[in-house]
Nanobody, 122 residues
Framework: QVPLVESGGGSVQVGGSLTLSCTSK?????????MGWSRQVLGKERRGVAR???????WYADSVKGRFTIFHNNTDNSLYLQMNSLKPEDTAMYYC???????????????WGQGIQVPVSP
């Protein structure tokens, strides 16, 4: 297991920005064929919002396109999610995920962080 640790969450107002960071607990970094960020809204299933592969190709859920940017630091193998123009519907628990198999926005297997809360207030 390579436990993943998210940071950077916290309350933000509508229209604001926030950057989430992810690294591995044991310092080995986050590096896999697929790396990404998933989120879970209260009462709903987890869904992927952004992923990146080792070649730097990215995928975004329609709901966040143009507002969220995922990037990977190849030096220290940290993973980031830059979130701009946040909306109330972005309020969710956000999870860093590594080495999963994507089926659209449903991700199977891999390593998951414990999650970090991002509340977006009016």
């Amino acid at each position: 297991q390579v436990p993943l640790v998210e940071s950077g969450g916290g309350s933000v107002q509508v229209g604001g920005s926030l950057t989430l960071s992810c690294t591995s607990k044991y310092g080995v970094g986050v590096r896999a064929n697929f790396m990404g960020w998933s989120r879970q809204v209260l009462g709903k299933e987890r869904r992927g919002v952004a992923r990146i592969d080792l070649d730097g190709r990215t995928w975004y859920a329609d709901s966040v396109k143009g507002r969220f940017t995922i990037f990977h630091n190849n030096t220290d193998n940290s993973l980031y999610l830059q979130m701009n123009s946040l909306k109330p519907e972005d309020t969710a628990m956000y999870y860093c995920v590594s080495d999963f198999t994507p089926y659209g926005n449903r991700w199977v297997g891999g390593y998951w962080g414990q999650g970090i809360q991002v509340p977006v207030s009016p």
